[in-house]
């Protein structure tokens, strides 16, 4: 089946813009987040949702970093008045949500590299 | 919070074993294990959780201290595909939901 896919797979863009990043989870897949990479480091979490809870938001960076999950699906991470510092590959993973104790696997999808010049 | 692993780097010979070990100062919940290859998006290995047992896949296991708060990664008779990054994500407390809190990752590479 489909895994998790996201767009642009790469995007440059310049210091000052805006940039949106998407992410289309498993289908069926209840959770998703959000995780950072910069060159060589490891994966730094950005922000989590879980079906209609309020997101789990303790990791964005700034107030410059957003994120939305519209109809319990597709998400959208904004970045407003990037920074060069925001150079890095933005990972989206999900996975099912089990009530009860059984543990999650969350699955990657295979990023968007950010940079900004 | 974020877990410490070790070594940071490890170069074999196909056929050798490596431990990489994964540290917490917190008390865990499950420890998540997950392989990255260069510019390819992390894929999971396998789940630990407390008071579990010892996991394993083919040549891969793992297992979980509880009491050390500590898990640890064993690859046996290694293969050139075993070559990457190895990343341990945890999770404390009682949540066996939520985010993972990742290590910074220990490279490996098989040499032939």
């Known amino acids: 089946g489909a895994g998790v896919s996201q767009s642009p797979s790469n995007k440059v863009t310049e210091k000052g813009k805006d940039v949106e990043l998407r992410c289309d989870p498993i289908?069926?897949?209840?959770?998703l987040y959000w995780y950072r990479q910069s060159l060589g480091q490891g994966l730094e979490f950005l922000i989590y949702?879980?079906?209609?809870?309020?997101?789990?938001k303790s990791g964005l960076p700034s107030d410059r970093f957003s994120a939305e999950r519209t109809g319990g699906s597709v998400s959208t991470l904004t970045i407003q008045r990037t920074q060069q510092e925001d150079s890095a590959v933005y990972l989206c993973?999900?996975?099912?949500?089990?009530?009860?104790?059984?543990?999650?696997?969350?699955?990657f999808g295979p990023g968007t590299r950010l940079t900004v010049l | 919070q974020q877990p410490v692993q070790s070594p940071q780097a490890v170069i074999l010979r196909e056929g050798e074993d490596a431990v990489i070990n994964c540290s917490s100062s917190?008390?865990?919940?499950?420890v998540h294990w997950y392989r990255q290859k260069h510019g390819e998006a992390p894929v999971f290995l396998m789940i630990?959780?407390?008071?579990?047992e010892q996991k394993g896949h083919e040549k891969i296991s793992a297992s979980f201290n509880e009491k050390k708060q500590q898990s640890s990664l064993y690859l046996t008779a290694s293969q050139l595909s075993y070559s990457g990054t190895y990343f341990c994500?945890?999770?404390?407390?009682?949540?066996?939901?939520?985010?993972?809190?990742f290590g910074q990752g220990t490279t490996l590479q098989v040499k032939p």
């Open positions: 949702f879980q079906g209609n809870s309020a997101p789990d």
């Open positions: 993973a999900s996975s099912l949500y089990f009530r009860g104790g059984a543990v999650d696997t969350q699955y």
């Open positions: 630990l959780l407390k008071g579990g």
């Open positions: 994500g945890t999770r404390v407390g009682s949540s066996n939901t939520g985010k993972l809190i």
């Open positions: 289908s069926g897949h209840t959770a």
């Open positions: 917190k008390a865990l919940y499950s």
